[in-house]
């Protein structure tokens, strides 16, 4: 449940931040916070920590799909 409650969240921040940064900063800031909360997630044991750093994760993953989805699309077809 939380991690479908901060990929909604994620979506909506990413877009408007996407508006404002573009989406290469957007892209780039979600694959290193993504990277830096799975360091954290690896050494937790603490299920309430877990919890929340997987919704973390989520938040994070969701705002770089929509801009890389786009980057690999654009170029899959400008070379087809």
Do not use: Y
């Not at 993504?34 to 309430?48: C, D, M, R």
Request: charged content about 5%; some cysteine.
């Amino acid at each position: 449940l939380s991690l479908s409650h901060c990929s909604t969240v994620g979506h909506d921040t990413a877009g408007v931040l996407a508006d404002f940064l573009g989406a290469r900063a957007i892209l780039a800031i979600g694959l290193i916070f993504s990277g830096i909360v799975n360091l954290f997630f690896a050494s937790q044991s603490s299920l309430a920590m877990l919890a929340v750093l997987w919704g973390a994760n989520g938040f994070f993953q969701v705002s770089v799909h929509p801009f890389s989805a786009e980057h690999v699309l654009q170029d899959w077809a400008w070379h087809s």
